[in-house]
């Protein structure tokens, strides 16, 4: 019995020693090497791992041991891009998050699966940082994986239109992307100047005009930003439009006072100066309505309208003429602010909406306003009645769509496939 005791007493003894033993070794054997490298990859580049911390658990999790680690080595260079957006993949089995600093300023920070969302239009140069964590427990090891490099921005803007052929009455769309800061370009050319606006991170857009009385043919639209310019080619193609004579297709319009050289240099002095007046950010969103509700056009955009069917002389149709009754209710084509609202003997009483970007609606002959000049409308809100005021024939709306002094068709916009629309934002 006694030496069973001592027997149990020195098993007692010599167990734990024996496993403290183990476990002495088995947690100095363990050595940096089980800290994972997973690949973690930036702009088509392997990361190099600079800096962890991390817990390994050892002899089944018994016992822990730390490992920690800082680089004092200069940062990976990724090199050089001139586009804005950046890629980063890192592993599976890690909750991964990333920061990009400017200097000292974090421009970008967020899970690293949502980092295709950071837009970097600010030239120079650039570190993107990168943490691998495990932090659940349950016997695993767990820490943080580091990862840091620069990388530097020489951005270059980019131009593109929705087409290079454009008939008469419909727009010429620009876009310029890859903008840093607040650059603005600019744009000119024989067909008129079109006013850029911005157009969400590091965009801008302008539209030009090409009217009905642009003639068929070849053209050339400059763009400049910065530094950078391009020489944008553009075909003029002709479109066809309606011959109308005044008593026989439409009625006629009344003389005396309204048609008096008064008249027409009131509307002179008023109308024409409030042609390149338009805020640079672009306020309506989606499609010009019809001002009228389901109104039916009497007398199309562009149309040659004769006094008589004994002259060779004609007037051209700058807008379109709208079927409404006395006192039927117009609203805002789109949204945008009124610069004008009054009565002119020329126009009657008259409503101008500025849209932003040059673009305006002008609309005619109305009977009664329910608008004042600085108020803000929105698409679809009642804005006037329809009449017969000024020099109109009969009641209905005569509406126009300008940006800057040049018309536009406005039936291209009501069906939605005007250029107008191509670079939506």
Not at 2 to 23: N, W
């Amino acid at each position: 019995m006694k030496q069973f005791v001592t027997l149990l007493v020195t098993l007692l003894v010599a167990v734990p020693m024996a496993l403290g033993l183990l476990a002495g070794f088995a947690y100095h054997s363990t050595g940096d090497d089980v800290v994972p490298r997973p690949t973690v990859t930036a702009m088509e580049t392997r990361l190099t791992l600079r800096d962890y911390t991390w817990n390994e658990p050892v002899m089944a999790g018994l016992v822990r041991r730390d490992f920690a680690a800082t680089s004092t080595e200069d940062f990976q260079d990724l090199g050089t891009f001139t586009e804005p957006g950046i890629s980063l993949a890192c592993p599976e089995g890690y909750t991964s998050a990333a920061t990009i600093l400017y200097g000292d300023e974090a421009v970008w920070q967020g899970a690293a699966e949502d980092i295709a969302g950071a837009v970097l239009l600010d030239d120079g140069e650039y570190r993107l940082e990168v943490v691998c964590a495990r932090t659940e427990n349950s016997g695993r090891a767990t820490g943080e994986l580091h990862y840091a490099a620069v990388f530097t921005m020489a951005i270059e803007p980019y131009v593109e239109v929705n087409t290079n052929r454009v008939q008469q009455g419909d727009v010429l769309a620009i876009q310029v992307q890859n903008l840093a800061g607040d650059m603005m370009p600019t744009a000119a050319s024989s067909l008129g100047t079109p006013l850029f606006t911005p157009a969400g991170s590091g965009k801008a857009v302008a539209y030009l005009a090409v009217g009905y009385d642009c003639e068929p043919g070849h053209y050339t639209v400059e763009v400049t930003c910065g530094s950078n310019q391009w020489e944008l080619p553009l075909q003029v193609t002709p479109a066809l439009y309606a011959y109308l004579t005044e008593g026989v297709d439409i009625p006629r319009a009344p003389g005396g006072e309204a048609t008096d050289e008064a008249a027409m240099a009131e509307y002179n002095e008023t109308i024409p100066p409030l042609y390149e007046e338009s805020e640079a950010v672009r306020h309506w969103t989606g499609q010009f309505i019809m001002p009228v509700e389901d109104g039916t056009v009497t007398a199309g955009y562009g149309a040659r309208i004769y006094a008589s069917e004994d002259t060779r002389d004609f007037t051209r149709h700058d807008g379109v003429d709208i079927a409404a009754a006395d006192g039927v209710a117009v609203s805002a084509p789109a949204t945008g602010q009124v610069i004008f609202a009054g009565e002119l003997a020329h126009t009657g009483n008259t409503i101008i909406i500025d849209h932003g970007g040059g673009v305006k609606s002008y609309l005619y002959h109305l009977k009664f306003l329910n608008v004042r000049t600085g108020d803000n409308t929105f698409v679809g809100n009642f804005i006037a009645l329809a009449g017969s005021t000024g020099n109109a024939p009969q009641p209905g709306l005569h509406y126009e769509v300008r940006i800057g002094e040049a018309p536009i068709n406005p039936e291209l916009l009501f069906n939605g496939s005007s250029g107008l629309y191509v670079f939506s934002y």
